[in-house]
């Protein structure tokens, strides 16, 4: 598959390639397993420069004499030549390399030589003046790069002159992405991007195995429901990298927000424990392994937690609580998977609808986007909680437009018209600008009937569907 998109992080690269021409120059770029990375570097690099892979499996010497290798085949050092210590070889690239030297999940030296961190800060410190010399540090484990990069008691705080943190790719470059996969349908593409998210290594791997042009069902069967799936062990071998051999709380507590568990209190109560007992837990998982995220209610401070890693949501939602059953490929969780798979793919397209739509689904510039949910101030029978799926609005001009987000096809008004009712009812508890403010509404929908939605547009409502985001591309 061609190389897609990441052509701001290339010129980034750039960048700090022509700076390194007059002072070396020191990079570190992170981000999650299979955002891209090497492929980025790969992109980057030319055949005069250096990669070298920090294999954790290897013992410190087998891998120095790897690299030992690499120097000789580059014409770096002679046949006759050999390294006998780390501090030979961080020497020699000081010494006489010239151009770009990449080391790919640099974080794995703390289990392979440790000492190669103070080694470098040394040659770091020693040649700030060097000319023509880049070195670029990559890790895939977000928790333990924090640790070597920006950790004042590691080696090498500080000697850091540039930071980039490798994103997803946007929904826009995976519709490319599934495009030169022959997958052309949007409701396909997005069904795609709800569990793959924009990390490209998953579409790849639809191109490796082969599956160009076959339904999402088709795909979600290969990885994950047939015996030796493709992707069966990803999730647990991507979080054994970061946890170690720490507690397994942190898979309960994934698995616990996974299933709608959004709050500390709900969480603790799935899991049947005190919530002070999570709380250092989820703060780990929130902000050194990155891997949930926090949604801030609008207006009104509340906090829900979510699974950032669209795989994980996903694998979490469906598989981590009946690995048994999964192992064995029981035939009731595959039809569980089967049954459900519709609802969850409505979950995940509310929360990610900015990414999907883009911020221009509004009559005016938006100044922030968000959900707004709390309790009915009178309570109705059977209901004494609310959610709005999307509020778009800018206090400087006082707009605000409230959304509804259905993941499903609408072929006439009366029901979009029922919810819009609902929709202009759950508004009128929002406490913003009340007497000021001009109102919007609107709903999202997978698909809707081309004459239902321009009716809705001409009476003033905001109307998108999948559609009008394919036919903005």
């Not at 703060?283 to 937690?305: A, C, M, P, S, W």
């Not at 609107?442 to 036919?471: C, F, M, P, Q, T």
Request: aromatic share 14%.
């Amino acid at each position: 598959m061609r190389f897609i998109n990441r052509e701001k992080e290339l010129r980034y690269l750039y960048e700090a390639r022509n700076l390194s021409r007059k002072k070396l120059f020191t990079i570190v770029i992170f981000g999650q397993r299979r955002i891209g990375k090497t492929r980025l570097l790969v992109e980057f690099l030319t055949n005069k420069d250096l990669y070298f892979f920090v294999n954790k499996r290897k013992s410190s010497l087998t891998l120095l004499k790897e690299f030992e290798e690499i120097l000789k085949n580059k014409g770096i050092m002679t046949r006759l030549e050999s390294l006998s210590t780390w501090d030979d070889f961080v020497h020699i690239i000081f010494d006489r390399v010239k151009g770009s030297v990449a080391f790919d999940e640099f974080q794995n030296f703390i289990e392979v030589e440790p000492s190669i961190f103070g080694i470098f800060q040394k040659f770091i410190d020693l040649n700030e003046n060097r000319e023509d010399l880049l070195l670029i540090f990559t890790g895939s484990t977000i928790g333990l790069v924090k640790k070597i990069f920006r950790n004042k008691k590691e080696p090498l705080y500080g000697r850091i002159k540039r930071r980039l943190k490798l994103t997803e790719l946007d929904f826009k470059a995976v519709a490319n992405m599934c495009r030169e996969l022959e997958i052309e349908d949007i409701e396909e593409i997005t069904k795609l991007y709800l569990i793959f998210g924009g990390f490209p290594k998953y579409y790849v791997s639809i191109e490796d195995e082969n599956l160009m042009g076959v339904n999402v069902y088709e795909i979600i069967d290969r990885f994950f429901l047939r015996e030796n799936a493709v992707l069966e062990d990803e999730v647990m071998d991507i979080l054994s990298l970061e946890f170690g051999k720490k507690s397994g709380i942190y898979y309960d507590i994934l698995t616990a927000i996974a299933n709608g568990n959004s709050s500390l209190s709900q969480i603790a109560s799935f899991l049947n424990r005190k919530a002070t007992s999570i709380s250092r837990h989820l703060y780990d998982l929130l902000n050194f392994f990155e891997i949930i995220g926090v949604e801030e209610r609008l207006f009104k401070r509340k906090r829900r937690y979510y699974i950032r890693h669209p795989l994980m949501n996903f694998w979490f939602r469906f598989f981590h609580r009946n690995l048994s059953a999964y192992q064995i490929r029981e035939e009731w969780l595959i039809e569980y998977v089967k049954k459900n798979l519709n609802s969850y793919f409505g979950k995940v397209f509310e929360r990610r609808i900015p990414e999907i739509f883009g911020r221009n689904i509004v009559p005016f510039k938006p100044q922030k986007m968000g959900r707004y949910w709390g309790k009915i101030p009178i309570k109705q029978k059977g209901r004494n909680e609310f959610e709005i799926d999307l509020i778009v609005y800018n206090e400087a001009t006082k707009n605000i437009a409230f959304f509804e987000v259905k993941w499903k096809d609408f072929d006439n008004n009366k029901e979009i018209m029922r919810i819009l009712y609902e929709l202009k009812s759950k508004s009128k508890i929002v406490n913003w600008f009340n007497r000021e403010r001009t109102e919007y509404y609107g709903i999202i929908a997978k698909k809707i009937k081309d004459k239902v939605k321009e009716s809705l547009r001409n009476e003033g409502y905001l109307i998108w569907d999948l559609e009008d985001v394919k036919k903005s591309f």
